[in-house]
């Protein structure tokens, strides 16, 4: 299944964090692989890749009225030092991916090798961009942020129909969010509409790090991404940031909500001996009324239903009447499986599990009427 490579994978976004200096990148890097190594769990750390250059038009490159075009050149990294960054991240036991903003970014994944193309919430209709991501032929994540559903169903059909892994995370492109603004329903709704679709989670909120990966998780979202930052030299954080210490919080909560999820939606669950051997003890088996000779064919008015069950006795729940019996069974005696004839009493599966259920004869105490006959 191509949507197992997007299972229980943590997308941490370092984005433009960095500042353009290596140094701050690489400790951003090393403080989030001790992280993620002490809470083990799978995580790619994602990278922005923009040939700047081309990236900005040559006559709007040194505007500062323009937020975006001033940070994007106040923070640039030459490839050589993206490439070290790709390396830690491998070397801290992370996985290498990135989000490339142009085509020749895209050629860099390529160069690079990275693990994952990431395609930004601003992109999701940049055709040029599409289709050049499309020919690298890497498994893909994208992200719905302020996405019409045409924008979304064209997104699917074009990644489903060159057959190449996609996973789509529901995203408020909101920085930061609120709680009330984090929508997530919307998951339901993804995994609804696009049943063959990996559905994930990427988060821009700001005031809690557990209580929304419960709810994620819960509801199926199996890929999950925040923008991440350390508090150091002074550089302000963004209050949709992830520090290390915030990360500690948000996979705790994936393990706990795993815990608490237990086994994949797609099968029943199988339950634990212990809970069948409680509903076991809650079970009425079936009493001999009276003596009963062998070969007699059992009918309701033979028995009768009570607790306990003991190893070996047929209860309620096999008891269908027509049953021969074998042996003869004294009155309040438990009538055994194996001595009945019955179309069920050959099944020597179910005979392993009649005589295992239930408590041992031993334990079952004489009826006063027995003891004063044995007195």
Same mark, same amino acid.
């Given at each position: 299944?191509?949507?197992?490579?997007?299972?229980?994978?943590?997308?941490?976004?370092?984005?433009?964090?960095?500042?353009?200096?290596?140094?701050?990148?690489?400790?951003?890097?090393?403080?989030?692989?001790?992280?993620?190594?002490?809470?083990?769990?799978?995580?790619?750390?994602?990278?922005?890749?923009?040939?700047?250059?081309?990236?900005?038009?040559?006559?709007?490159?040194?505007?500062?009225?323009?937020?975006?075009?001033?940070?994007?050149?106040?923070?640039?990294?030459?490839?050589?030092?993206?490439?070290?960054?790709?390396?830690?991240?491998?070397?801290?036991?992370?996985?290498?991916?990135?989000?490339?903003?142009?085509?020749?970014?895209?050629?860099?994944?390529?160069?690079?090798?990275?693990?994952?193309?990431?395609?930004?919430?601003?992109?999701?209709?940049?055709?040029?961009?599409? +289709?050049?991501?499309?020919? /690298?032929?890497?498994?893909? =994540? !994208?992200?719905?942020? &302020? *996405?019409?559903?045409?924008?979304?169903?064209?997104?699917?059909?074009?990644?489903?129909?060159?057959?190449?892994?996609?996973?789509?995370?529901?995203?408020?492109?909101?920085?930061?969010?609120?709680?009330?603004?984090?929508?997530?329903?919307?998951?339901?709704?993804?995994?609804?509409?696009?049943?063959?679709?990996?559905?994930?989670?990427?988060?821009? +909120?700001?005031?809690?790090? /557990?209580?929304?990966?419960? =709810? !994620?998780?819960?509801? &199926? *979202?199996?890929?999950?991404?925040?923008?991440?930052?350390?508090?150091?030299?002074?550089?302000?954080?963004?209050?949709?940031?992830?520090?290390?210490?915030?990360?500690?919080?948000?996979?705790?909560?994936?393990?706990?909500?795993?815990?608490?999820?237990?086994?994949?939606?797609?099968?029943?669950?199988?339950?634990?001996?212990?809970?069948?051997?409680?509903?076991?003890?809650?079970?009425?088996?079936?009493?001999?009324?009276?003596?009963?000779?062998?070969?007699?064919?059992?009918?309701?008015?033979?028995?009768?239903?009570?607790?306990?069950?003991?190893?070996?006795?047929?209860?309620?729940?096999?008891?269908?009447?027509?049953?021969?019996?074998?042996?003869?069974?004294?009155?309040?005696?438990?009538?055994?499986?194996?001595?009945?004839?019955?179309?069920?009493?050959?099944?020597?599966?179910?005979?392993?599990?009649?005589?295992?259920?239930?408590?041992?004869?031993?334990?079952?105490?004489?009826?006063?009427?027995?003891?004063?006959?044995?007195?």
């Amino acid at each position: 299944m191509q949507n197992e490579i997007y299972e229980d994978l943590f997308v941490l976004e370092l984005a433009n964090n960095h500042w353009g200096k290596l140094d701050r990148g690489l400790k951003i890097i090393r403080d989030f692989g001790e992280v993620v190594r002490r809470h083990n769990v799978r995580a790619a750390l994602k990278l922005q890749f923009r040939d700047v250059g081309s990236f900005i038009h040559k006559q709007h490159r040194d505007r500062e009225d323009m937020r975006y075009i001033k940070k994007v050149s106040a923070t640039e990294l030459s490839w050589d030092e993206l490439g070290v960054l790709v390396q830690a991240t491998r070397d801290e036991g992370m996985i290498a991916m990135a989000t490339p903003f142009d085509e020749v970014s895209v050629d860099k994944c390529l160069e690079f090798d990275l693990a994952f193309v990431k395609i930004a919430s601003s992109d999701i209709r940049d055709r040029v961009l599409l +289709e050049k991501i499309a020919s /690298a032929g890497k498994p893909v =994540i !994208a992200s719905s942020g &302020g *996405a019409s559903l045409d924008d979304m169903d064209h997104l699917v059909e074009f990644f489903a129909g060159r057959g190449l892994p996609f996973a789509l995370n529901h995203c408020v492109s909101i920085y930061p969010s609120c709680d009330g603004e984090l929508e997530l329903n919307q998951i339901d709704f993804l995994k609804a509409r696009y049943p063959d679709t990996a559905i994930g989670f990427s988060s821009h +909120e700001m005031t809690d790090w /557990a209580n929304s990966m419960l =709810i !994620a998780y819960a509801k &199926g *979202a199996r890929t999950f991404e925040r923008h991440i930052d350390i508090d150091y030299e002074g550089v302000p954080v963004s209050p949709y940031c992830t520090l290390p210490h915030q990360a500690e919080s948000w996979f705790e909560a994936f393990h706990k909500a795993r815990e608490m999820c237990g086994a994949p939606p797609s099968a029943k669950r199988v339950p634990p001996e212990k809970e069948v051997r409680y509903l076991d003890e809650l079970v009425r088996g079936v009493y001999a009324k009276r003596d009963l000779p062998p070969e007699r064919v059992l009918t309701a008015e033979d028995v009768y239903f009570a607790v306990p069950l003991v190893h070996g006795q047929i209860s309620v729940r096999e008891f269908e009447g027509g049953e021969v019996l074998r042996a003869p069974i004294g009155k309040d005696q438990p009538v055994k499986i194996r001595d009945i004839e019955s179309h069920y009493a050959n099944d020597l599966e179910l005979r392993r599990m009649i005589d295992d259920r239930g408590v041992p004869r031993a334990v079952v105490p004489q009826s006063r009427e027995l003891k004063r006959v044995a007195t």
